[in-house]
């Protein structure tokens, strides 16, 4: 927003809640944002725009989210609009990326907290896996507690990699599965490439600063007075492929050159 | 309001010095914003053709580096080089080129070999005829091709580039490119605060503006768009429109894009270009304010100035035209208006001497001789009337019976007889200058010998006397015929007496005082008809010159001895219009 020359004495109030990467966190955040009556509200993950249009309807939704059910993305005509973050799709390219990164791989497990749209994911990720003949395994887990057997069902149904579908709770425990993971030697696939910097071996996603920062100009539009039902939707058009090396290395996985080649961001 | 705001001079010249300060400062100030408005859209004409320009430059070089970028990938023939480098290739440029989304590769026949997405899942050796594509077909004929822009789902706008490979059985390469990076590109270029670059193809189709809002609105503005790139019919010219936002713009086109359809503008909206100028007009605008009131103030002060004395001027003169002498100009300065005021106060002073001159005059005349009141008037010898013992000569004269006639006759008759009598009367005291000191119904007295000396007074008196008796013995014939029963006496007395001005201011009369005065009044009323009584100075001092015959000694009212009386034995006339020179002095 300060890029867009606004500051502290623009009348324009900022009020940033955050879920503490705890679900029941996500709907107190948003709770306390419709207490304030605030003016619009900006939700930069698909869950927290979820949290938003589950308390209110009515209210200014600005967001990096899945907009599929809008007719037209350049008039979306709905209470919402920002950035289509093309998540579906980048989950079929993820699975593309994971077999790619791991030559001969044939069994999958797809780890995931069952609930929520989670659905349209795990769907998204079977049609993908099957395109590409590649075999998988369901392993939903519903609390913290059941990260344990599931690495160990997992190893039990002979699984060479993970797949990691998108939640707050996994996310909060994202290091306990990255070192599980490292301890099983299985190679990981995540949702977001900061987590890349947690352990995870690989991540692909769009770019999130970039799309933070389009989601800033619309909040721009919104307070200049465009309704945010007539801001066009924008497609995420950056894309980052984070590898992490070190992980590689001590899972023994050697990367063609194409995924390396491929890679935006190399954590050593 | 004299020489006020109201008066017609005044605003003459009020509004004459108020134009002629006005009229150059407006000329001078509206040459200035002339030019003002021509540099200044000089100055924003280069500006918006360099920006253009170089939103061209830029663009091109973004092309054309993608170009090369894109060429690479197809510089061998393909069955020379394996699948597999074929897919590095083709990572490689997406590697390089941050906003191709997606690259194609087909082999030397048209069919697609390699398909490398960030999005959608790549392809390898699918096969599928390409040929029928345009990017294939146009590419194969001139070795490079722009796709027309097209939106992702209706928002994003996206652009097919095709390459052929120049070498003999090179494969061709079809990229897809995301514009966002020519967006950057144009909303980098910041005109003033305001201005901005934006590219728009033939189609009307909105490819790169700062706003990116409205690049994702999709075909939203096509027939807007149009309509605001119709009237740019060469590049480089500036013209004035209207923004699709409804901004009043200066606009320019650059030099087209070789090989891509798109129209580079560079525009800043009017307001903001002529800024400077409309600053420039506001300060004029005051100072011409502050000019304007202080050439009220000038041309106030010189009007009154000017106005102001003429106003005097003509007051003075209306103030003069009714006698009132007194009147004065404040007069001051060296100049001509000074000068005039000067003159008009010197002029106005000379008037009222002579208006009191004349006016002492009219009073001199009422008792002396026209002629003998001017010589004084002129002579300025009016100290002869002052107060003063002299020796003259007093002649009373009056009609007898006439408190008789006055009680039997009509008004009619008393007034016609008066005014012969005084006419006779008259002519011969004027002829012999003497002095008519105050008259009374049918009573006169006149003075000889005072104001004006004259040598032999008695004498003068006496042949006066006789033709005032002649005179109006003419006339009793006359009157006496109509029944009016009427006579005439005189009587003539020399001695010291006190003669001087009495009465009041406007009101003065000349007289004498003294026992002559009374003598010769007494020696009147004891006069018959006809008759002439003199005393025994007038006697002695005619005694060589006229006959004169003792009348015996008359026992006179205020006299306690019978005083001797005189009268003219023989009338002697002198020869009309001959009497005594007159000599003023000494």
Same mark, same amino acid.
Request: glycine letters at 8%.
């Given at each position: 927003?300060?890029?867009?020359?606004?500051?502290?004495?623009?009348?324009?109030?900022?009020?940033?809640?955050?879920?503490?990467?705890?679900?029941?966190?996500?709907?107190?955040?948003?709770?306390?944002?419709?207490?304030?009556?605030?003016?619009?509200?900006?939700?930069?993950?698909?869950?927290?725009?979820?949290?938003?249009?589950?308390?209110?309807?009515?209210?200014?939704?600005?967001?990096?989210?899945?907009?599929?059910?809008?007719?037209?993305?350049?008039?979306?005509?709905?209470?919402?609009?920002?950035?289509?973050?093309?998540?579906?799709?980048?989950?079929?390219?993820?699975?593309?990326?994971?077999?790619?990164?791991?030559?001969?791989?044939?069994?999958?497990?797809?780890?995931?907290?069952?609930?929520?749209?989670?659905?349209?994911?795990?769907?998204?990720?079977?049609?993908?896996?099957?395109?590409?003949?590649?075999?998988?395994?369901?392993?939903?887990?519903?609390?913290?507690?059941?990260?344990?057997?599931?690495?160990?069902?997992?190893?039990?149904?002979?699984?060479?990699?993970?797949?990691?579908?998108?939640?707050?709770?996994?996310?909060?425990?994202?290091?306990?599965?990255?070192?599980?993971?490292?301890?099983?030697?299985?190679?990981?696939?995540?949702?977001?490439?900061?987590?890349?910097?947690?352990?995870?071996?690989?991540?692909?996603?769009?770019?999130?600063?970039?799309?933070?920062?389009?989601?800033?100009?619309?909040?721009?539009?919104?307070?200049?007075?465009?309704?945010?039902?007539?801001?066009?939707?924008?497609?995420?058009?950056?894309?980052?492929?984070?590898?992490?090396?070190?992980?590689?290395?001590?899972?023994?996985?050697?990367?063609?050159?194409?995924?390396?080649?491929?890679?935006?961001?190399?954590?050593? | 309001?004299?020489?006020?705001?109201?008066?017609?001079?005044?605003?003459?010249?009020?509004?004459?010095?108020?134009?002629? %300060?006005?009229?150059?400062?407006?000329?001078?100030?509206?040459?200035?914003?002339?030019?003002?408005?021509?540099?200044?859209?000089?100055?924003?004409?280069?500006?918006?053709?360099?920006?253009?320009?170089?939103?061209?430059?830029?663009?091109?070089?973004?092309?054309?580096?993608?170009?090369?970028?894109?060429?690479?990938?197809?510089?061998?023939?393909?069955?020379?080089?394996?699948?597999?480098?074929?897919?590095?290739?083709?990572?490689?440029?997406?590697?390089?080129?941050?906003?191709?989304?997606?690259?194609?590769?087909?082999?030397?026949?048209?069919?697609?070999?390699?398909?490398?997405?960030?999005?959608?899942?790549?392809?390898?050796?699918?096969?599928?005829?390409?040929?029928?594509?345009?990017?294939?077909?146009?590419?194969?004929?001139?070795?490079?091709?722009?796709?027309?822009?097209?939106?992702?789902?209706?928002?994003?706008?996206?652009?097919?580039?095709?390459?052929?490979?120049?070498?003999?059985?090179?494969?061709?390469?079809?990229?897809?490119?995301?514009?966002?990076?020519?967006?950057?590109?144009?909303?980098?270029?910041?005109?003033?605060?305001?201005?901005?670059?934006?590219?728009?193809?033939?189609?009307?189709?909105?490819?790169?503006?700062?706003?990116?809002?409205?690049?994702?609105?999709?075909?939203?503005?096509?027939?807007?768009?149009?309509?605001?790139?119709? $009237?740019?019919?060469?590049?480089?010219?500036?013209?004035?429109?209207?923004?699709?936002?409804?901004?009043?713009?200066?606009?320019?086109?650059?030099?087209?894009?070789?090989?891509?359809?798109?129209?580079?503008?560079?525009?800043?909206?009017?307001?903001?270009?002529?800024?400077?100028?409309?600053?420039?007009?506001?300060?004029?605008?005051?100072?011409?304010?502050?000019?304007?009131?202080?050439? %009220?103030?000038?041309?106030?002060?010189?009007?009154?100035?000017?106005?102001?004395?003429?106003?005097?001027?003509?007051?003075?003169?209306?103030?003069?035209?009714?006698?009132?002498?007194?009147?004065?100009?404040?007069?001051?300065?060296?100049?001509?208006?000074?000068?005039?005021?000067?003159?008009?106060?010197?002029?106005?002073?000379?008037?009222?001497?002579?208006?009191?001159?004349?006016?002492?005059?009219?009073?001199?005349?009422?008792?002396?001789?026209?002629?003998?009141?001017?010589?004084?008037?002129?002579?300025?010898?009016?100290?002869?009337?002052?107060?003063?013992?002299?020796?003259?000569?007093?002649?009373?004269?009056?009609?007898?019976?006439?408190?008789?006639?006055?009680?039997?006759?009509?008004?009619?008759?008393?007034?016609?007889?008066?005014?012969?009598?005084?006419?006779?009367?008259?002519?011969?005291?004027?002829?012999?200058?003497?002095?008519?000191?105050?008259?009374?119904?049918?009573?006169?007295?006149?003075?000889?010998?005072?104001?004006?000396?004259?040598?032999? $007074?008695?004498?003068?008196?006496?042949?006066?006397? %006789?033709?005032?008796?002649?005179?109006?013995?003419?006339?009793?014939?006359?009157?006496?015929?109509?029944?009016?029963?009427?006579?005439?006496?005189?009587?003539?007395?020399?001695?010291?007496?006190?003669?001087?001005?009495?009465?009041?201011?406007?009101?003065?009369?000349?007289?004498?005082?003294?026992?002559?005065?009374?003598?010769?009044?007494?020696?009147?009323?004891?006069?018959?008809?006809?008759?002439?009584?003199?005393?025994?100075?007038?006697?002695?001092?005619?005694?060589?010159?006229?006959?004169?015959?003792?009348?015996?000694?008359?026992?006179?009212?205020?006299?306690?001895?019978?005083?001797?009386?005189?009268? %003219?034995?023989?009338?002697?006339?002198?020869?009309?219009?001959?009497?005594?020179?007159?000599?003023?002095?000494?």
């Amino acid at each position: 927003m300060a890029d867009l020359g606004y500051s502290k004495d623009s009348g324009v109030r900022l009020i940033c809640k955050s879920a503490n990467r705890d679900p029941e966190g996500l709907e107190r955040a948003v709770k306390a944002l419709l207490a304030e009556h605030v003016d619009v509200i900006v939700a930069t993950s698909q869950s927290a725009a979820e949290a938003v249009e589950r308390q209110s309807r009515s209210v200014p939704l600005i967001a990096r989210r899945n907009f599929t059910f809008v007719s037209s993305l350049s008039q979306p005509g709905v209470s919402s609009s920002g950035i289509f973050d093309c998540a579906y799709q980048l989950t079929a390219k993820r699975m593309e990326l994971l077999r790619d990164a791991l030559p001969g791989l044939r069994r999958v497990a797809i780890l995931f907290r069952p609930g929520g749209t989670v659905r349209e994911n795990i769907v998204a990720s079977e049609r993908a896996a099957r395109r590409l003949s590649l075999e998988f395994v369901p392993v939903p887990i519903s609390a913290p507690s059941e990260i344990g057997p599931a690495f160990d069902r997992m190893v039990a149904a002979g699984v060479e990699a993970v797949f990691i579908l998108p939640d707050l709770m996994i996310e909060d425990r994202i290091a306990a599965i990255a070192g599980l993971a490292s301890e099983r030697k299985l190679p990981t696939m995540a949702w977001e490439s900061r987590l890349v910097r947690q352990g995870i071996l690989m991540a692909y996603s769009c770019n999130a600063d970039r799309a933070e920062e389009r989601l800033a100009s619309y909040v721009d539009k919104f307070l200049t007075g465009t309704p945010v039902g007539r801001l066009p939707i924008g497609q995420t058009t950056d894309f980052t492929f984070a590898v992490n090396q070190r992980i590689a290395a001590s899972l023994g996985v050697v990367f063609p050159p194409a995924v390396l080649l491929f890679a935006d961001e190399l954590v050593e | 309001m004299n020489g006020g705001p109201a008066s017609t001079l005044f605003r003459k010249y009020f509004a004459w010095i108020f134009i002629g %300060v006005m009229l150059p400062l407006l000329c001078l100030t509206g040459i200035e914003a002339l030019f003002a408005i021509r540099d200044r859209k000089a100055a924003i004409d280069a500006l918006l053709r360099s920006e253009a320009a170089s939103a061209s430059g830029q663009v091109q070089a973004f092309l054309s580096s993608l170009r090369e970028s894109l060429s690479s990938t197809v510089q061998q023939p393909w069955s020379e080089v394996s699948q597999d480098q074929h897919k590095l290739d083709g990572i490689g440029f997406l590697r390089r080129t941050e906003a191709a989304g997606s690259i194609l590769l087909a082999d030397s026949g048209g069919r697609e070999q390699v398909f490398l997405s960030r999005v959608d899942l790549n392809r390898f050796g699918s096969g599928t005829d390409l040929n029928r594509d345009p990017a294939v077909a146009a590419s194969r004929k001139q070795s490079f091709w722009f796709g027309d822009m097209e939106y992702s789902a209706q928002s994003e706008p996206k652009m097919k580039l095709a390459v052929a490979g120049e070498r003999k059985g090179a494969g061709f390469a079809i990229a897809e490119i995301d514009l966002k990076a020519i967006r950057e590109v144009i909303s980098a270029i910041r005109i003033g605060t305001t201005g901005h670059a934006m590219i728009v193809n033939t189609s009307g189709q909105l490819i790169a503006h700062p706003d990116m809002i409205r690049v994702l609105s999709g075909n939203s503005y096509l027939s807007e768009m149009r309509a605001f790139a119709r $009237p740019f019919s060469e590049p480089d010219r500036v013209i004035s429109t209207i923004d699709i936002d409804g901004t009043p713009v200066l606009a320019t086109m650059a030099e087209p894009v070789p090989d891509a359809n798109w129209r580079i503008f560079a525009l800043q909206s009017r307001a903001e270009a002529m800024a400077p100028v409309r600053a420039m007009l506001v300060r004029s605008a005051a100072v011409n304010l502050a000019a304007a009131g202080m050439a %009220v103030l000038l041309a106030y002060f010189l009007s009154r100035r000017i106005t102001h004395p003429i106003r005097r001027l003509e007051e003075g003169a209306t103030q003069i035209g009714t006698g009132q002498f007194g009147f004065r100009i404040a007069a001051s300065g060296n100049d001509e208006i000074g000068r005039l005021g000067l003159a008009f106060n010197e002029m106005a002073g000379k008037l009222g001497d002579l208006q009191s001159r004349s006016d002492r005059l009219a009073g001199l005349k009422r008792f002396l001789p026209a002629q003998v009141a001017e010589l004084l008037e002129n002579t300025g010898t009016e100290s002869a009337l002052s107060t003063q013992r002299a020796e003259i000569v007093v002649v009373f004269c009056d009609l007898r019976g006439f408190t008789g006639f006055t009680a039997r006759s009509e008004p009619e008759l008393i007034m016609e007889v008066l005014g012969d009598y005084y006419q006779a009367l008259g002519s011969v005291i004027t002829r012999y200058e003497a002095t008519l000191t105050n008259f009374a119904a049918d009573g006169l007295m006149v003075l000889v010998n005072a104001p004006i000396p004259c040598p032999d $007074p008695a004498g003068h008196a006496l042949r006066m006397s %006789v033709e005032m008796q002649a005179a109006v013995q003419g006339l009793l014939g006359g009157w006496n015929n109509r029944g009016c029963e009427l006579g005439f006496g005189i009587g003539v007395a020399m001695g010291w007496a006190t003669v001087g001005r009495i009465g009041y201011e406007g009101r003065l009369d000349y007289t004498a005082i003294g026992g002559v005065v009374n003598l010769a009044s007494r020696l009147c009323g004891a006069a018959d008809d006809r008759q002439i009584l003199f005393d025994r100075s007038v006697a002695h001092a005619v005694r060589d010159t006229l006959a004169v015959a003792p009348a015996g000694a008359r026992k006179l009212k205020g006299f306690d001895r019978p005083v001797p009386v005189f009268t %003219v034995s023989t009338p002697a006339p002198p020869p009309p219009g001959q009497p005594t020179t007159l000599n003023p002095g000494p």
